[in-house]
């Protein structure tokens, strides 16, 4: 955070990214979203938002390319820094949720691929939203900020919590975290073309397994990877597969290499193997980077 004087003039915040290690849908609720149980970490890929205040009361937003972190071939595609952009709709939620009339700059650099079920655009907004609080000294509190994270998105509210590791219940916005001492390590690959989170949930049907996040929970947090892998779900693997055959070729290029187990995350389209240290995690990276099926990332679990 840089400060002058008092007043805080610019305030810098990391949005990282999520993996959902179970998501089980429980059935399509009266206002067409679905009720979920699903398991999520955050993991260390990261975009960066700086907010620099701007007296006047203007709202900007631009965004660029984070550069080739983790890099493997394609051009990152941007975010639209249109209204639409849920950055700028979460610094408009909050400027008429407080009545400020404080405005910001805001440069997004983008890391984290779209449409990739791995959440940044939802991080980006919780980030928004802390970030703005600190630099407009509006001292909102947690309950505050989480009832305008659910407004914006069922993801959200996860980011804003500070908790790394949690269950979400409801629509996604219910979140009870997870305290997980140890870190995991995991591949994830994201192919060229994204899925959009509503197409893949218009087409889901419930879960049909008998078990339940917190067993995942408890093997994860006895450090029982093989056992904690056999327990991994997502209910919108299979409509995503119907949709999309990149990620049906992730599920193949996966299962030949030795991942403790692999799963996509979220609506798709990344896919994301779990691994038994960072060594492991880096050799079987480097196998999928050839395989070049999209950009690879070696990233663990934050502590
Ligand atoms: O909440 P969010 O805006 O991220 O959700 C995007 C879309 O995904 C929703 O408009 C809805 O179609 C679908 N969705 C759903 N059930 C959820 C979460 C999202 O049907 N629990």
Redesign the pocket.
């Known amino acids: 955070m840089l400060c002058r004087g008092q007043t805080t003039t610019a305030v810098t915040v990391f949005a990282p990214a999520k993996l959902n290690l179970f998501l089980k849908v429980l059935g399509k609720r009266d206002d067409?979203?679905?009720?979920?149980e699903t398991l999520m970490l955050s993991v260390g890929l990261y975009d960066t938002l700086v907010l620099v205040d701007d007296p006047q009361g203007e709202l900007r937003l631009t965004c660029r390319d984070g550069g080739p972190a983790h890099r493997s071939s394609q051009r990152r595609e941007l975010p639209r820094a249109g209204p639409d952009n849920l950055v700028l709709r979460a610094a408009e939620l909050l400027k008429r949720a407080t009545g400020s009339s404080r405005g910001a700059h805001i440069e997004l650099v983008k890391r984290i691929p779209l449409a990739s079920g791995l959440a940044g655009g939802?991080s980006d907004a919780a980030a928004t939203l802390a970030g703005l609080d600190r630099l407009w000294n509006l001292k909102l509190t947690t309950p505050e900020l989480a009832r305008l994270a659910a407004q914006l998105?069922?993801?959200v509210p996860f980011f804003l919590s500070s908790t790394s590791a949690a269950i979400c219940r409801g629509?996604?916005e219910l979140v009870e975290p997870l305290p997980l001492a140890a870190r995991f390590w995991f591949v994830i690959a994201r192919p060229q073309s994204g899925l959009s989170?509503?197409d893949v949930?218009?087409q889901c049907r419930p879960s049909r397994i008998d078990w339940a996040a917190w067993e995942l929970a408890a093997s994860l947090a006895r450090g029982q990877l093989q056992k904690a892998a056999g327990l991994f779900h997502n209910a919108l693997q299979e409509p995503a597969e119907r949709m999309n055959a990149d990620v049906t070729r992730l599920k193949t290029a996966f299962a030949r290499q030795a991942f403790a187990g692999h799963m996509m995350s979220g609506?798709g389209t990344s896919y994301f193997g779990l691994c038994r240290s960072r060594r492991h995690a880096v050799t079987l990276g480097a196998r999928l980077k050839a395989a070049r099926l999209g950009d690879v990332f070696v990233v663990s679990s934050r502590p």
């Open positions: 067409g979203y679905h009720e979920l939802s998105g069922s993801d629509r996604g989170t509503a949930y218009r609506s």
